[in-house]
């Protein structure tokens, strides 16, 4: 992200939702990113995934400005239940990205039965969307975006309708995909302990229009488990850290080089 900026523009006014951010995520990375309601990340998430303009500064992939959703990037959004075909089963839904990447049938069978199962939902494919559980629809958004087996893979928020217990299963499902197929991984996340148990960093973002806070290494071993990593007393220390970063954006606190009187973002030298 190169000084990425958004204003939405429309009947009520302005709003800056972005104000600038610059960061680089490497390839392969697991970067995840949390801040206030309303700070921008939905925004940032659809600028990165080619569906929204950014009003000034450029989303950079592999050296060239993006001008439209990238191939080999999947999005698992906020709002799943708008994001799965009604008229379509839960096979189909899963199946659909598959088929426009044009492989054969028995491999899109392969690929949607085992992302199916992955996500604990084998058992309906032939249902239809809105015959299921809002967090049942949520995974079968998730399993879609699975069986694509994308290079990028953007989730925003993508747990929150899913119980505790699944919660922490489809966590390790995600880092278990992340490692297998080597994709790079933005990760917008409301739950600070989700944020720093699946990173290797954690962005917080200040509450709108948004800039970074912080850049937060994760520095936990990369063998993760629900309940040694949890218990880790670094874990207790980078929670403690994120978790006070995240009350003062709320509280409007901007990091030093944001702060008010210092002039525009693009002229800090
Ligand atoms: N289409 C739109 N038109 C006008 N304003 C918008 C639009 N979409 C978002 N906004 C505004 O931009 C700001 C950032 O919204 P965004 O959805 O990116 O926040 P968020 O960090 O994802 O919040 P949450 O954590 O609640 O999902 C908010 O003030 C929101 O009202
Ligand atoms: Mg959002």
């Not at 939405?8 to 972005?18: I, W």
């Not at 085992?114 to 249902?127: C, E, F, I, K």
């Not at 409301?190 to 720093?196: C, L, R, V």
């Not at 007393?233 to 929670?239: A, Q, S, T, V």
Request: charged content about 25%; aromatic content about 6%; hydrophobic content about 40%.
């Amino acid at each position: 992200m190169r000084g990425l900026h958004k204003v939405y523009e429309s009947a009520a006014g302005a709003t800056e939702a972005v104000r600038d951010l610059t960061f680089d995520v490497r390839g392969g990375e697991m970067v995840c990113i949390v801040g206030p309601s309303g700070a921008g990340k939905t925004t940032l998430l659809r600028c990165i995934a080619g569906l929204l303009p950014p009003t000034g500064g450029d989303v950079v992939l592999e050296g060239r400005a993006i001008a439209g959703p990238p191939k080999g990037m999947a999005v698992v959004f906020q709002d799943y239940a708008r994001s799965l075909f009604p008229w379509l089963t839960v096979a189909q839904n899963v199946e659909l990205p598959l088929k426009e990447k044009r492989l054969p049938k028995a491999e899109r069978r392969r690929l949607v039965d085992r992302s199916l199962t992955a996500v604990g939902l084998a058992d309906v494919p032939g249902s239809y969307p809105w015959q299921l559980s809002g967090g049942m629809q949520q995974r079968v958004a998730i399993a879609r975006a699975v069986a694509y087996e994308p290079r990028i893979l953007l989730m925003d928020e993508p747990f929150a309708a899913v119980d505790a217990q699944t919660r922490a299963d489809l966590e390790d499902l995600v880092r278990d995909l992340w490692h297998r197929l080597g994709i790079t991984l933005l990760f917008v996340t409301h739950d600070i302990d989700e944020a720093i148990y699946l990173g290797q960093r954690v962005l917080v973002l200040s509450g709108r229009p948004t800039v970074i806070m912080e850049d937060v290494a994760v520095d936990l071993p990369d063998e993760r488990d629900q309940l040694t990593t949890r218990n880790l007393p670094r874990f207790g220390e980078l929670r403690t850290h994120v978790y006070q970063l995240v009350q003062k954006a709320k509280r409007g606190h901007r990091p030093v080089s944001f702060a008010p009187g210092e002039g525009t973002p693009h002229d800090r030298s």
